[in-house]
């Protein structure tokens, strides 16, 4: 939904998710008299609200703890997901039909509030069942004073058919009422629109909201995504030659996986990696770099790659928690890591190829992280900007003549793909044609650079362009 929508018939009401002072759950003195399922889905939404938490880490966690499990992890899993997703639709309908605005609800409250409305609006759950566990939820948080005034909210909700909701309260602008009816804030929607167009918007945002399948990678020289795929059930990939896909099961537990042989890795990073080692490039001496390689998937696969081609890979990293997950994944690859600033490494320039994987947005991987859209901020993106413009001229001086830098970004927004590479272009770089490193794949947009998209091509929203420097 538009970040800055409000309903027609109540203008003085904050419609977009509530900013609110930081208040710790209340601890509860007697076992709740909630099922399991829901108490799991409103305390991780308490700790998103709370602790900036993200809900894809937090979730699974909390559910091995309490031991949840089937159909109850099932459920917990959906509301929890679905409720942070559709925050801008729910709050609008919440704000519609409460006498006071958002930001003066407690935190506790609200969160159960959205909880039940996302079971009134968007399941199965009969409605006298999401009412009397939220009210419950609300008692239970401390909060009792407030279960008339969250009684009386959601049984108003109750009252309209989700339907009628929608249509109530979809903004008449139509570029807002796309994000409105998918559930993303206006800025969002815009970004991608100018990407790609009015026609594919609806679908590019819709996906989003679509549970991604699992993406393993291969690690070339160990085994074959034909070998992973029949060791697991999976698919072989169809762009990646080291993609399987997985539709079912928790990856960790793989054998592969636990040995070292394959990973999870999305099949659009797996592109970008594997470009870096595809493009010709004349007298290689082996020499390659990967500027901005926390937390290590692209640096593992690159050092894959480059112990077949006998190269080495320098990995570097400003964090030292980041340095030491590339350690781990690494391993005996012929990889180095160094911890330092991309923007100025003090590594001897002369690499024969460099990737640049640049910090950014992650617009691209929004259906990953369902609090992501609305924790966003778009102000984040010029200061963003200003790091990913300095990291592609690092790696522009640390290359060498004639040599290859692969800029990428999980991001499809403008500012971080074309509106960087394009500053380059012209001063002694040239760029090729991205399209022939992407095993096939089609409809990357209109530029010699590459944009995929979780509609067309089932990866994230991934964007890469390559650059030779020219000598």
């Given at each position: 939904m538009?970040g800055?929508?409000?309903?027609?018939?109540?203008?003085?009401r904050?419609?977009?998710?509530?900013k609110?002072?930081?208040?710790?759950?209340?601890?509860k003195?007697?076992?709740?008299?909630?099922?399991p399922?829901?108490?799991?889905?409103?305390d991780?939404?308490q700790?998103?609200?709370?602790?900036?938490?993200?809900?894809?880490?937090?979730?699974?966690?909390l559910?091995?703890e309490?031991?949840?499990?089937g159909r109850?992890?099932a459920?917990?899993?959906?509301?929890?997901?679905?409720t942070l997703?559709?925050l801008?639709v729910?709050d609008a309908?919440?704000?519609?039909?409460?006498?006071?605005p958002?930001?003066?609800?407690?935190?506790p409250?609200?969160?159960a509030?959205?909880?039940?409305?996302y079971?009134i609006?968007?399941?199965?759950?009969?409605?006298?069942a999401a009412?009397d566990?939220?009210?419950?939820l609300?008692?239970?948080?401390?909060n009792?004073?407030?279960?008339?005034?969250?009684?009386?909210?959601?049984?108003?909700?109750t009252?309209?058919?989700?339907?009628?909701?929608?249509?109530?309260?979809t903004?008449?602008?139509?570029l807002?009422a796309?994000?409105?009816?998918?559930?993303?804030?206006?800025?969002?929607?815009?970004?991608?629109?100018?990407?790609?167009?009015r026609?594919?918007l609806?679908?590019?945002?819709?996906a989003?909201?679509q549970?991604?399948?699992?993406?393993?990678v291969a690690?070339?020289?160990?085994?074959?995504?034909?070998?992973?795929?029949?060791?697991?059930?999976?698919e072989?990939?169809?762009?990646?030659?080291?993609?399987?896909?997985?539709?079912e099961g928790?990856?960790g537990?793989?054998?592969?996986?636990?040995?070292?042989?394959?990973?999870?890795?999305?099949?659009?990073?797996?592109?970008?990696?594997?470009?870096?080692?595809e493009v010709?490039?004349?007298?290689?001496q082996?020499?390659?770099l990967?500027?901005?390689a926390?937390?290590?998937?692209?640096a593992?696969l690159?050092g894959?790659l480059?112990?077949?081609?006998?190269?080495r890979?320098?990995?570097?990293?400003?964090?030292?928690?980041?340095?030491?997950?590339?350690?781990?994944t690494?391993?005996d690859?012929?990889?180095?890591?160094h911890?330092?600033?991309?923007?100025n490494?003090?590594?001897?320039?002369g690499?024969?190829?460099?990737?640049v994987?640049a910090?950014?947005?992650?617009l691209?991987?929004?259906?990953?992280?369902?609090?992501?859209?609305?924790?966003?901020?778009e102000s984040?993106?010029a200061?963003l900007?200003?790091?990913?413009?300095?990291?592609?001229?690092?790696?522009?001086?640390l290359v060498?003549?004639?040599?290859?830098v692969?800029y990428?970004?999980?991001?499809?927004?403008?500012r971080?793909t074309?509106?960087?590479?394009?500053?380059v272009l012209?001063?002694?770089?040239?760029e090729?044609e991205?399209?022939?490193?992407?095993?096939?794949m089609?409809?990357?947009?209109d530029?010699?650079s590459?944009q995929?998209?979780?509609h067309r091509?089932g990866?994230?929203?991934?964007?890469?362009?390559?650059?030779r420097?020219?000598g």
């Amino acid at each position: 939904m538009s970040g800055g929508f409000r309903s027609r018939s109540a203008g003085r009401r904050q419609a977009e998710p509530a900013k609110k002072r930081p208040q710790k759950p209340q601890v509860k003195s007697e076992p709740s008299t909630v099922d399991p399922a829901r108490v799991a889905a409103f305390d991780v939404l308490q700790r998103v609200t709370n602790d900036n938490a993200y809900a894809n880490l937090t979730l699974p966690k909390l559910l091995r703890e309490r031991k949840i499990s089937g159909r109850d992890a099932a459920f917990a899993t959906e509301i929890t997901y679905g409720t942070l997703r559709n925050l801008g639709v729910l709050d609008a309908v919440i704000g519609e039909c409460s006498s006071r605005p958002l930001d003066q609800i407690a935190p506790p409250v609200l969160d159960a509030l959205r909880l039940g409305a996302y079971q009134i609006l968007y399941t199965r759950v009969e409605p006298h069942a999401a009412v009397d566990t939220s009210v419950r939820l609300v008692k239970e948080s401390g909060n009792e004073k407030a279960s008339g005034f969250a009684n009386g909210i959601l049984r108003t909700i109750t009252r309209t058919p989700s339907e009628q909701w929608m249509e109530q309260l979809t903004p008449q602008d139509e570029l807002e009422a796309i994000a409105f009816r998918t559930a993303h804030p206006q800025w969002i929607a815009q970004s991608f629109e100018k990407v790609l167009g009015r026609d594919d918007l609806e679908a590019a945002l819709l996906a989003d909201s679509q549970r991604p399948i699992v993406h393993l990678v291969a690690r070339p020289g160990e085994m074959s995504a034909e070998e992973l795929a029949a060791i697991t059930g999976g698919e072989k990939g169809k762009y990646s030659p080291y993609a399987v896909y997985l539709e079912e099961g928790d990856p960790g537990e793989l054998d592969p996986v636990r040995e070292g042989l394959a990973a999870v890795q999305d099949e659009g990073s797996q592109l970008i990696a594997r470009a870096i080692a595809e493009v010709p490039v004349a007298d290689d001496q082996g020499r390659w770099l990967d500027l901005c390689a926390g937390p290590g998937g692209k640096a593992a696969l690159m050092g894959s790659l480059a112990r077949i081609d006998q190269a080495r890979v320098d990995a570097v990293e400003i964090s030292d928690h980041r340095a030491e997950l590339i350690r781990k994944t690494v391993r005996d690859l012929p990889v180095t890591i160094h911890v330092a600033d991309g923007r100025n490494p003090g590594l001897e320039p002369g690499y024969d190829r460099v990737l640049v994987d640049a910090p950014c947005s992650g617009l691209g991987a929004l259906r990953r992280r369902p609090e992501a859209r609305w924790r966003k901020q778009e102000s984040d993106i010029a200061e963003l900007n200003t790091l990913q413009e300095e990291l592609l001229r690092s790696a522009l001086n640390l290359v060498k003549p004639g040599g290859v830098v692969v800029y990428s970004t999980c991001s499809p927004d403008l500012r971080e793909t074309r509106g960087i590479v394009d500053k380059v272009l012209g001063e002694g770089v040239e760029e090729l044609e991205a399209s022939q490193f992407v095993g096939g794949m089609t409809g990357t947009g209109d530029n010699l650079s590459v944009q995929m998209w979780p509609h067309r091509h089932g990866t994230d929203a991934m964007f890469f362009a390559v650059l030779r420097k020219v000598g």
